[in-house]
C-alpha cells in the first residue's frame, strides 16, 4: 500500500483546483478594477470612494482577499514543502507566512469596512 509521505490524503488535486478558482477571482477582480479606472480616467477622490462605499465592491474585495491569500497560501505551502526540508524551520516558517498572511486579510477587512 502507498502511504502519503505527508499523511495529507489527496491534497494536491483539491489544492491545484483551489490555486485556479482563486486565480480566477483575482484576475475577475483585477480586471473590473482596470475597467472602472479606463472609464474614470481623471479619477478623482469621490469616484474612488463611490466605487467601495458600494456593498458589491466590499463583499467583491472580501472575496478578493480571501482568493489572494489561499492562492498566496497554497503557493508559499507548496514551495516550502519541497525547499525547507527540516521539519522545525518549515513549521517556523509556514507560521510565519500564516501570521502575515491572517494579518493582510484583516487589515484590508478593516480597510474596506471604514469606506
Do not use: C
Not at 485556479?20 to 477622490?45: C, D, E, G
Not at 498572511?101 to 469596512?113: A, C, E, M, R
Amino acid at each position: 500500500m502507498v502511504k502519503s509521505v505527508q499523511s495529507v490524503p489527496h491534497r494536491g488535486l483539491r489544492d491545484w483546483m483551489v490555486q485556479r478558482l482563486s486565480a480566477l477571482v483575482i484576475m475577475l477582480y483585477v480586471f473590473w478594477l482596470v475597467f472602472f479606472l479606463v472609464q474614470h480616467h481623471p479619477l478623482t477622490f469621490a469616484e474612488w470612494h463611490h466605487l467601495y462605499s458600494r456593498l458589491g465592491m466590499k463583499v467583491a474585495t472580501v472575496f478578493f482577499l480571501a482568493a489572494f491569500m489561499w492562492h498566496a497560501w497554497i503557493g508559499i505551502w507548496t514551495v516550502s514543502t519541497d525547499y525547507i526540508k527540516p521539519i522545525i524551520l518549515r513549521g517556523l516558517f509556514n507560521l510565519l507566512v500564516i501570521a502575515m498572511l491572517s494579518t493582510f486579510f484583516i487589515w484590508g477587512l478593516l480597510i474596506v469596512g471604514s469606506v
